[in-house]
């Protein structure tokens, strides 16, 4: 079975972090667990250290600030020594046996590739953003379908365009030959564009059902506004970048400062 790497990037995110890093330290298919600190107050930051401290699995990466989440993940991935990284938010808590299934359904799968899991709140819901199409200009425009989790959940893994950060797994060699995470976006949508660099190289993202983790959400203490501003910068950002032809681009250029102001009616 190949070792697999657990990578828990945290930032103010709270004692829902004391769940996630237990689950994933008693877990068997987990070989080895690393918590990278990107600012935590100082009672929890101690109570990370005292944590590593007990255990010979897990590991510790400190930034010395907030990098962004993909620059944290890169920051565990260079230190990690598995096969897989398994990339999960630090107020998620995995599924014992999860690990399993998400390696079987990368088997026979085109490089690069990797898998993500069923995300469920608390009271059992699949969580939105666990399967999507690949995101387009045109789907956010409303012309066709992104998000699928109202769509029926299927039986076993099946191919889609876009998973979710909060809870997938990777080969180390496939996640380090795309270059990891693109670090232009500081938090949102960096999920979303590594999913669609496998899919442009001619490999393969999976959804995996069988796999799940308890994902409570909203647990960190960054203020709402800042969270929408750092998203809308990443999504013009996303839009930018695989913009297709000179009508597409004007077209993103067109609708890029009108996507704080949708997100902000929205929530």
Known sequence: MPTV???VVTYHTGPRLHECLYALRSDPG??????????????????IDRFVAGSDTVRLVRTGGN??????????????????L?????????????????LAALEDQPEPALVGGRIFDVSGREARGCR???????????LGKWVLDEMPGP?????????????????RAAFEALHGFDEGYFM????????????????????????????????????????????ARSLARYFRKFAKGPLERALVGAVSPLIGVALKLRG
């Open 30 to 47: 987990i070989s080895e667990t690393i918590i990278v600190d990107n600012g935590n107050p100082a009672e929890s930051t101690a109570w």
């Open 67 to 84: 990098p962004g989440f993909g620059a944290g993940v890169n920051r565990g991935a260079a230190a990690a020594l598995g096969d897989m």
């Open 86 to 102: 398994l990339v999960i938010n630090p107020d998620a808590v995995i599924r014992r046996g999860s690990i399993a299934d998400l």
């Open 188 to 231: 949102h949508v960096e999920d979303v564009d590594l999913c669609r660099r496998v899919v442009e190289a001619g490999g393969a993202v999976i959804y995996q059902p069988l796999a799940g983790a308890l994902h409570y959400g909203s647990t960190s203490e960054v203020p709402s506004p800042l969270v929408q501003a750092h998203k």
């Open 5 to 7: 790497s657990a990578i």
């Open 132 to 142: 999507r199409n690949t995101l387009t200009l045109w789907r956010a425009l409303g």
């Open 155 to 171: 039986a076993g893994p099946v191919p889609v365009g876009a998973v979710s950060g909060a809870f997938f797994l990777m080969p």
